[in-house]
């Protein structure tokens, strides 16, 4: 059985570390809203248009986006270790700035693979039995099971509880 995590939302605080862009880079915020605003056709924000706005090298920011997803993971992440599954993140995004977030965010002690959709394909990887994420979108796309997980009302070990009480893992 495997596991597949999404990253934001779930396993990594996205929100702390715009907060901390916003510190690094003054214009960080407006110039977000308005890629964002423009990436809405196409639905993936694209880091180097921001770059291009803020007037910063697309390879610093990536470097720097690396360093400050150090302290982003969620606090209760090594509880990742009481599950007993093969555990992927399933991620969606650029790939080089999902690449930056994950390596810099120290989660790979935690799991063993992560993969990056990198366009409007769908999380429905055949080899994934179970989808935990934060976003609807995603989970109505999956064809196997699936868990909405929402960082508002849980978290690590009420998703192991839960997965225990569906028999999907055992736990001593
Ligand atoms: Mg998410």
Redesign the pocket.
Known sequence: MKLGL?????LFN?KLLKKKLEERYDCFMESYHENKKESVYNSIYDFRGQCKDMNVDSKEFLETVKDLSKDCLYDDVDKLNDIGLEKVII??GKRDFQKAKIEGSGILDYVDDYRIVDGNYSKNFEDIDILI???LN?LYGFKGKKIHFDREEADLELLIDTLESFKYITTV
Request: aromatic fraction near 8%; glycine fraction near 8%.
């Open positions: 999404d990253f934001d939302g779930v996205t991620t969606r994420d934060d976003t995603e």
